[in-house]
């Protein structure tokens, strides 16, 4: 059996409408296109539908039955295919982000923003998770995208660089070496009051053997588990912190001063990532265009 949308568009036109001929007009079909149509459905259906007379059409009993279940069936069909046309579109959809606690305080809110304001039907869910949970999350499946920093990262997710930045320290404004001219080093701040990250932290890993090729060990005053929280002790003039380029300009403070670190300087990717062998949503690749927009504003 081999029923098609056409042949029951065309038996449920011809009922609304009292006959074939009104049909057609409505179809924009011949008069025997669309008589032809509703033969091929009872062909197929091994029944007639309607009773033709010269004047007039008259449903049959097994014709009344099949009218319910047909309309029933194109309006299911016609609203599918509008429902999948608005994500086509834009229209209507949802989309889950994941990134960090800080990039989802400092970078995330103004960029859903933007983005909603040009697509307001497709809603967006952000997670604040520790990069290990975003990793996990993404290869399974649970979200749609994750943003963050993914240094030797072995599992098979496709990685899209959004924004490079260097690494440099956030100095109370008051101190000396917030006001240096000269280019801040590694060493230049292992000897002062320093707030870092704590050992299970990848941050740490990265840090703590730069210090040491700068001939310096780096005693912390304050040990902390987000980075949030270390700029916020930094903000207090409490220390100095080592962060990426991006904290310094999206958290401007007149209480600290972000200062590139030198000797060497370190830069770092800020991927997008998604599932491998999995296409995006035409909302979330509407969003991965809308972040990458915010990140060339942010590099420029």
């Not at 039907?121 to 999350?137: C, F, K, M, N, Y």
């Not at 260097?166 to 404004?173: F, I, K, N, R, T």
């Not at 740490?204 to 005693?219: I, N, Q, V, Y």
């Not at 969003?287 to 504003?297: G, I, V």
Request: glycine fraction near 8%; include cysteine.
């Amino acid at each position: 059996m081999n029923i098609t949308l056409r042949q029951l568009r065309a038996f449920i036109e011809v009922v609304r409408s009292g006959g074939f001929t009104a049909a057609a007009r409505k179809l924009h079909l011949t008069q025997s296109a669309t008589s032809l149509l509703v033969r091929e459905l009872e062909t197929q259906l091994g029944v007639q539908l309607v009773d033709r007379t010269t004047r007039r059409i008259s449903l049959t009993d097994a014709g009344s039955e099949f009218l319910v279940n047909a309309e029933r069936i194109v309006a299911d069909v016609e609203q599918t295919i509008a429902n999948t046309q608005d994500l086509v579109m834009k229209r209507r959809g949802h989309i889950t982000v994941a990134t960090t606690p800080l990039l989802a305080a400092s970078f995330m809110p103004e960029t859903i923003a933007e983005f909603q304001a040009a697509h307001p039907g497709i809603s967006v869910r952000l997670a604040d998770w520790p990069t290990e949970q975003i990793l996990r999350a993404v290869q399974g499946g649970e979200v749609d995208l994750g943003f963050g920093v993914f240094p030797n990262v072995e599992v098979d997710l496709q990685r899209v660089p959004m924004l490079r930045h260097s690494l440099g320290a956030m100095v109370p404004a008051a101190w000396p070496l917030a006001k240096r001219r000269r280019n801040l080093t590694w060493a230049d701040i292992a000897d002062q009051p320093m707030i870092a990250m704590s050992h299970s932290s990848g941050f740490r890993t990265l840090t703590d053997p730069l210090f040491h090729e700068a001939g310096s060990s780096m005693k912390p005053r304050f040990e902390v588990g987000h980075l949030g929280t270390a700029v916020g002790l930094a903000d207090a003039g409490l220390g100095i912190t080592v962060v990426p380029a991006y904290v310094g300009s999206l958290l401007r403070s007149s209480r600290t001063r972000f200062r590139v670190l030198h000797d060497p300087v370190v830069h770092r990717n800020i991927e997008l990532i998604n599932r491998s062998g999995r296409s995006l949503s035409p909302g979330a690749a509407a969003f991965r265009d809308c972040l990458a927009a915010r990140c060339k504003t942010l590099q420029s």
